[in-house]
Antibody
Framework: QVQLVESGGGLVKPGGSLRLSCAAS????????IGWIRQAPGKGLEWVTF????????HYTDSAEGRFIISRDNANNSVFLQMNSLRVEDTAVFYC????????????WGQGTTVTVSS | DIQMTQSPSSVSASVGDRVTITCRAS??????LAWYQQKPGKAPKLLIS???TLQSGVPSRFSGSGSGTDFTLTISNLQPEDFATYFC??????????FGQGTRLEIK
């Protein structure tokens, strides 16, 4: 079935780095924008970054610009999020998501991976 | 950024009730609005896209309406499995999608 599976979350100190991975299956991965959306504890949803199907367009929210790097490997149906200079306020569940242009919405979500930034 | 304001932030209702949640955009977004349902500890689930298009498998007691700046999600004949948090999301300036703050639907 169509799914996204994240990994790589964990506990990291402020200023540290973490690399999240997302493995896709069940659909034509290279046809879709893929991104990351996060949810801080008890809070709402915030888009972080999206990468186009061929990686020619990459977008970051202001708070991620310059610190996070998204990349994808279409041969292996995977997306990665390299997060550097992490801050306490980056603590959140990070969801790997598929953007569906037909719906103008996120139609597939991973189960989420938790990132905790704390000293 | 386009701001999305949901109301109410929480609502209590009983099984069988009808509930309406509203979402207002800070500027016109035509019908580029989606609704999601999220249960505790789970990822959100897409319910409605394009303001009123029900996703496959979503019960017909869910409906959406609106265009421009004002939108509603209506749940008729509430069922126990409907108690969750609901978010709206605008896609007018993708990828800068923004979400409402959420509406928590609780059992009365």
């Amino acid at each position: 079935q169509v799914q996204l599976v994240e990994s790589g979350g964990g506990l990291v100190k402020p200023g540290g780095s973490l690399r999240l991975s997302c493995a896709a299956s069940g659909f034509s991965f290279s046809d879709y924008y893929i991104g990351w959306i996060r949810q801080a504890p008890g809070k709402g949803l915030e888009w972080v970054t999206f990468v186009s199907s061929s990686s020619d367009r990459i977008h970051y929210t202001d708070s991620a610009e310059g610190r996070f790097i998204i990349s994808r490997d279409n041969a292996n149906n995977s997306v990665f999020l390299q997060m550097n200079s992490l801050r306490v306020e980056d603590t959140a569940v990070f969801y790997c998501v598929r953007w569906n242009y037909l719906y103008y919405a996120v139609d597939v979500w991973g189960q989420g991976t938790t990132v905790t930034v704390s000293s | 950024d386009i701001q999305m304001t949901q109301s109410p932030s929480s609502v209590s209702a009983s099984v069988g009730d009808r509930v309406t949640i509203t979402c207002r955009a800070s500027q016109g977004i035509t019908t580029l609005l989606a609704w999601y349902q999220q249960k505790p500890g789970k990822a959100p689930k897409l319910l409605i896209s394009d303001a009123s298009t029900l996703q496959s498998g979503v019960p017909s007691r869910f409906s959406g309406s609106g265009s421009g700046t004002d939108f509603t999600l209506t749940i008729s004949n509430l069922q126990p499995e409907d108690f969750a948090t609901y978010f709206c999301q605008q896609a007018n300036n993708f990828p800068q999608v923004t979400f409402g703050q959420g509406t928590r639907l609780e059992i009365k």
